[in-house]
């Protein structure tokens, strides 16, 4: 069975926490709040409009619904699907979970299958792929209504990428994808954005290295992919 997960957090850093987490499988779509234990700083509020006051009386994670439900469907037979697995995974892992089934990552596998998009965030997506067109249907079967940034509308939006990747690879390929380095053919931003990383090498290998030394909290697949080009030069 596949499940469509995303996560609403209190920030990016080592120290925050999940604040609300959106699921689906099968038939069923789950929303809740969580209350995080610590402040939601105004950061994280302007993107995903969840406020400290809503949190007051959230549950903490451990006696939360949304344990109960992933406890249950945690097993080595299912597939979970995160536009960003690693981030959502990372977060159910500081709450005490971790996932013992398969992974997809739309992100990865969107960058894997499409390499020549100006962008890959799930918004992005929702226009370039024109997924729009077809929402309205898909959310109402659901009984969900389309906000951006809220989880359980991602995680519907993320199933409608995986449903588009499929016409490009299958499961067990999106699964490989998903779990292995992703060479990136382009630089994503920088100076150099949307240029070819084997071309930058050969033009300004001190570039890339300075990345590679200064911006500690680089992408993984953009630092191996940086790494791969300057081995060969």
């Not at 700083?41 to 007051?56: D, G």
């Not at 992703?182 to 300075?210: H, N, S, V």
Request: with cysteine; proline share 4%; charged share 25%.
């Amino acid at each position: 069975m596949l499940i469509f997960f995303d996560t609403e957090t209190t920030g990016l850093e080592v120290n925050d926490r999940l604040c609300a987490i959106g699921l689906i499988h099968g038939n069923e779509a789950h929303y809740e709040l969580i209350n995080p234990m610590k402040k939601v700083p105004p950061s994280a509020s302007c993107i995903h409009h969840i406020t400290n006051e809503m949190l007051k009386d959230a549950p903490v994670f451990a006696v939360s619904l949304s344990y109960e439900k992933l406890e249950l469907l945690n097993t080595p037979e299912r597939i979970l699907v995160s536009h960003n697995a690693p981030f959502d995974l990372a977060m159910l892992q500081k709450e005490g979970i971790t996932w013992q089934g398969k992974v997809i990552d739309t992100l990865k596998c969107s960058k894997a299958l499409m390499d020549d998009l100006e962008g890959y965030s799930l918004q992005f997506l929702r226009y370039e792929l024109r997924l729009y067109r077809n929402e309205a249907d898909v959310f109402r079967g659901y009984g969900i209504d389309t906000i951006p940034h809220n989880p359980l509308s991602d995680a519907l939006h993320a199933k409608m990428v995986y449903e588009y990747l499929l016409d490009l690879s299958d499961d067990e390929s999106l699964i490989e994808i998903s779990r292995s380095h992703l060479l990136l053919t382009r630089l994503p931003f920088g100076k150099y954005a949307k240029k070819r990383i084997e071309q930058i090498a050969l033009k300004d290998a001190a570039y890339l290295k300075w990345m590679l030394d200064s911006l500690m909290d680089m992408d993984e697949d953009l630092r191996y992919s940086i790494e791969h080009h300057l081995r060969g030069l």
